[in-house]
């Protein structure tokens, strides 16, 4: 959030964590919004947004727990808003790894689920949301940055 405050802007969060809204109030005192709960209890207020930002988080959740955040955070965009999701891929050295629940998602690390996407699913899932860009960055593992943007022409 900080970069975001620095740059002037009015920063709102979702958190399921009661200890990181508590270090993010300490930190941010008034200047963030943070609603507690999960992204798949969307939408908690009826604001609309300029931009959604979604870090390390879309891959952790199920298909239809994934649509409905899509979704959810598309409805949420002003016309000529912008939304960003990195997701893992699969070429990260744990795909494949530990127990098969889904096509590509797989428990481990202790009971951590993970799906691992490529260009296609990313396609299917952002397509109707707008999806204008697919960018492959690397930080610990290989993330795709993925851009979606709503316009008159693209509801």
């Keep these: 959030a900080q970069i975001f405050i620095d740059s002037g802007m009015s920063v709102t969060g979702i958190e399921i964590s009661q200890t990181a809204i508590d270090l993010a109030k300490k930190h941010f005192g008034s200047d963030l919004t943070i609603f507690h709960g999960s992204v798949t209890e969307m939408p908690f207020d009826d604001k609309l947004y300029d931009g959604i930002f979604c ?4 891959y952790l959740l199920d298909k239809d727990e994934r649509k409905k955040l899509i979704q959810g955070c598309f409805n949420q965009l002003t016309e000529n808003g912008f939304m960003v999701f990195t997701s893992i891929t699969k070429n990260a050295q744990t795909y494949g790894q530990g127990s098969p629940i889904s096509k ?3 428990e481990m ?4 689920k993970i799906f691992f996407y490529d260009r296609e699913t990313i396609a299917e899932e952002f397509g109707n949301a707008g999806l204008f860009e697919v960018a492959e960055v690397t930080e610990n ?3 795709y940055l993925i851009k979606c943007g709503k316009s008159k022409t693209k509801n």
Aim: zero cysteines.
């Design 55 to 58: 870090y390390g988080l879309i």
């Design 104 to 106: 590509d998602r797989f």
């Design 109 to 112: 690390f202790g009971g951590v």
């Design 141 to 143: 593992y290989p993330f």
